[in-house]
């Protein structure tokens, strides 16, 4: 912009031209609206540190209350998952001591203690699946049913026509598919026993599991054939008659 007396360049902001002194009317209109766009700004500031601080508060309590919800959420992760945590901790452990542990299985399983060797193996929460462990895949597949056997078998001769659960049948249930699960994995095509290193040991629970037949159930090897050869119908009646003299 230029003085309209002499000329020479002036500010917006200017209210005297510098160089003749004349007293500006053209800046005027500018000089008014930058005195309302202060005023209007330092207002509008004003309001926004009071609506700021009068909603501190709520910005408190909605942080707070985020961190509750996060805080709830974690618990309820970590509560749900305990188990979990665990049972990956235990399984660290259990490759961590695997010679200490190796040592153990083998105490159970040369006193031929198998059952023994299921609870340990559980509660370490041991994995069969996945070395160094790996080669215990089939002896504790073997393992886990001839402890059910026994414990079913056991249970319904203790037990006899006062079941342990809601009816005789029910343990007649149990004990039947209890053998035949056992059995059944003997003679599995993908069990082969032979190749596997524990071979003694199954060979054992096999014999001992023949055993617990021919005393509680009166299967000696002829009456074992026959039982395995009679359907599961004839199986149950016959296990029927012997627990529960039905």
Known sequence: MKCISCGAEIGLTDHVC??????????AAHQAAQIQYQNDSELTKRKAGKTLAGNIPLVISAFVMLLLVIGIAITGYVKKNAYHFREDAQ???????YDEYSAAIREYLDAGDYTGFAAFKEYHNIAEWEAPYDD???LWSITGKYSALVTNVEAAVMFGPEARRYR??????GCHWAIHNFYYELEHPESD??????RDYIYDMKEKAD?????????????????????????KVYLEEVLIHD
Not at 91 to 97: I, M, Y
Not at 211 to 235: H, K, P, V
């Open 211 to 235: 055993l617990l037949l021919e005393i509680y159930l009166g299967l000696d090897a002829t009456g074992r054939d026959a039982y395995f050869a009679a359907s599961d119908l004839e199986q």
């Open 193 to 198: 026993i032979d190749s596997d290193p524990y």
């Open 91 to 97: 399984r660290k452990e259990s490759v961590n001591k």
């Open 18 to 27: 510098p160089h003749c002194g004349r007293v500006l009317t053209e800046t």
């Open 168 to 173: 005789p049948e029910d343990d007649v249930d």
């Open 136 to 138: 215990l895949r089939l």
